[in-house]
């Protein structure tokens, strides 16, 4: 008898005590800015051409929709610079993609690098688990980048010997005929990068509390792009994939 008055009052300490907790929470907003370092990869499914990834920076604003003590809706308008490279090396020239006859003593050299600065817009679920002062974030969503601008940098060559190139018609090259051909790229650039980028993310966030409605934030996350990064269909297929490490500071709205 005595056991099972026990496993009463237990109980109803129990509920009593969720319910407590379940009524000083309060759905609130929280509202912030971050910002940090961005480092790029580039994913390439055509073979021949090299790629190198760069680096970049990305800074904005964030608001955040708690649903629950553990559940939060969270939203980021951001603006990223994001940086790569790419070039290509060929020793020997066809005059038309079909041709037998090679010059094996022409060649085509390319080496670009390009920046690009982008809108972004991610939209995540974040799940939080907090003890005192202290918490983690764990977030997952996707997002959609909107170009901005592009800038490009580098160069193509082309050789063409007059000995490797004496079979060559030049009906199908848009050149005069034998020599050394180079253009020199530095500046912005249009119609190259492609309009939008848009993927997955995801990433891990720990938190410090300054008081009640303000907190130190220091966040690290993946962006998986799954758009071309070239808006010319013809061009290689390259996506990018994206590490951010950021520094923020939130602050809840409200009482």
């Given at each position: 008898m005595r056991n099972a008055l026990t496993i009463i009052l237990l109980s109803l300490l129990l509920q009593v005590s969720l319910q407590a907790q379940v009524t000083t929470f309060r759905r609130s907003w929280i509202v912030g800015m971050a910002?940090?370092?961005?480092?790029n990869q580039v994913?390439?499914?055509?073979?021949?051409?090299?790629?190198?990834?760069?680096?970049?920076?990305q800074l904005g604003a964030v608001a955040e929709y708690r649903l629950s003590p553990g559940l939060s809706l969270r939203g980021e308008l951001n603006l990223?610079?994001?940086?790569?490279?790419?070039?290509?090396y060929s020793q020997g020239v066809r005059e038309i993609d079909t041709s037998s006859y090679i010059?094996?003593?022409?060649?085509?050299?390319?080496?670009?690098?390009?920046?690009?600065?982008?809108?972004?817009?991610?939209?995540y679920l974040q799940f939080t688990?907090?003890?005192?002062?202290?918490?983690?974030?764990?977030?997952?969503?996707?997002?959609?980048?909107?170009?901005?601008?592009?800038s490009r940098q580098g160069h193509e060559e082309l050789y063409l010997d007059a000995e490797g190139t004496k079979n060559f018609s030049f009906e199908f090259i848009d050149f005069d005929g034998p020599g050394l051909y180079r253009d020199n790229y530095s500046g912005a650039v249009y119609d190259v990068i492609n309009t939008y980028d848009a993927g997955f993310s995801f990433g891990l966030a720990g938190w410090y509390a300054l008081n009640k409605k303000t907190s130190l934030q220091l966040d690290f996350f993946v962006k998986v792009g799954l758009a071309n990064v070239f808006e010319n269909p013809t061009?290689?297929?390259?996506?990018?994939?994206?590490?951010?490490?950021?520094?923020?500071?939130?602050?809840?709205?409200?009482?």
């Open positions: 910002a940090g370092p961005l480092f994913q390439q499914t055509t073979p021949g051409y090299n790629y190198t990834g760069g680096n970049g920076y990223e610079q994001r940086s790569f490279g790419t070039s290509y010059c094996w003593d022409c060649y085509y050299d390319m080496s670009l690098s390009y920046v690009s600065q982008y809108l972004s817009v991610p939209v688990q907090s003890s005192g002062k202290l918490g983690v974030n764990f977030r997952v969503g996707a997002f959609y980048s909107l170009l901005m601008s592009a061009m290689p297929e390259v996506t990018q994939r994206s590490y951010s490490i950021r520094l923020g500071v939130q602050r809840q709205l409200g009482e």
